[in-house]
């Protein structure tokens, strides 16, 4: 089944004010999760396998590169032998690049908030409502993310356009 989620990355020079607006308006913490996310080279979208203590999961999907909310459409499915998943597609497909990063995860309602720490690239703050817990159109979606990306005081500068793989791959 395929979802929407209308989303954002942006750096985050703030994260303990975002901490302190998520835990005062009742957002529920669901942890510090340490991901790996290896991205398999695919003819269209975005392949990858995250594994971590908190999700493992095989996602596809499907976002242009833009600053600001953008859509974007996907596929999850929750891996139970996530080491033999990505021998197998490793072997079938070959990686694209790893990606490792700390991540907290937050919820309000229907959106999803991560903090994030990757390694020799800083912080940042993503903000993804989605249509996976809610059925909501794309508009009021993005409305939320919008409503969010104010309240964090997120600039226009801020924002970034592209995945977390893209950011590795130019840099390696």
């Known amino acids: 089944m395929s979802f929407l989620n209308v989303e954002i ?6 994260a303990d004010n975002i901490r ?13 999760d340490e991901q790996t ?16 203590n908190i999700e493992n999961t095989l996602i596809f999907y499907e976002r242009t590169n ?4 953008k859509n974007s459409h996907f596929h999850l499915v929750k891996v139970e032998d996530a080491k033999g998943l990505r021998e197998v597609l490793t072997k079938s497909m070959g990686i694209k ?8 995860i937050y919820y309000i309602s229907n959106v999803k908030f991560h ?3 990757v390694p020799g690239m800083g912080s940042f703050i993503e903000i993804e409502a989605g249509n996976i817990l809610a059925d909501l159109k794309q508009n ?15 600039n226009h500068e801020d924002l970034i356009e592209v ?7 130019k840099f390696t």
């Open 37 to 52: 996310d290896t991205y398999f080279n695919v003819p269209n979208g975005r392949l990858k396998l995250r594994e971590a």
């Open 140 to 154: 009021q979606l993005k409305e939320q993310c919008d409503f969010y990306m104010k309240e964090f005081g997120i």
């Open 66 to 69: 833009q600053a600001g909310p």
């Open 115 to 117: 903090i994030d720490e």
């Open 20 to 32: 302190d607006y998520l835990l005062t308006n009742n957002a529920a913490f669901k942890g510090v």
């Open 163 to 169: 995945s977390y793989s893209d950011m590795v791959e």
């Open 97 to 104: 690049v790893v990606v490792k990063k700390k991540r907290e």
């Open 9 to 14: 990355k942006a750096k985050c020079k703030n």
